[in-house]
């Protein structure tokens, strides 16, 4: 069986959080699978003021992440981060099911 689910790191918690209680009227962190990118899909983020019919909700100390169900299906297994380098700060999924990912971290291909 496939592992469905997708969890936050502690810190992309915290960052959804700050990001999220800083933006009046929104409630969560959407995120979502799209084709195009330099490896075929790409990652998707924006923020929502609430949940769809469809939608599955992550939640990690009062961080809250919707994602659709058909991007979970590329998505299952995952683990959402958040990356604080030289390079900048970023938000990267580490995703069991990419079999290539671009440099840039939001885009791979299964």
Do not use: H
Request: with cysteine; aromatic share 6%; hydrophobic share 40%.
């Amino acid at each position: 069986m496939t592992d469905t689910s997708v969890t936050l790191s502690d810190a992309a918690a915290k960052r959804i959080a700050a990001i999220v209680g800083a933006e009046a009227g929104k409630s969560a962190l959407r995120v979502s699978v799209e084709g195009g990118g330099c490896s075929g899909f790409s990652y998707k983020f924006d923020l929502a003021d609430g949940a769809g019919d469809d939608d599955v909700v992550v939640e990690k100390n009062n961080a809250k992440v919707l994602i659709d169900s058909l991007s979970l299906v590329y998505m299952a297994g995952s683990e959402i981060d958040f990356v604080d380098n030289l390079l900048g700060q970023s938000f990267q999924i580490k995703n069991p099911n990419a079999v290539a990912s671009c440099g840039c971290g939001t885009s791979f291909s299964i």
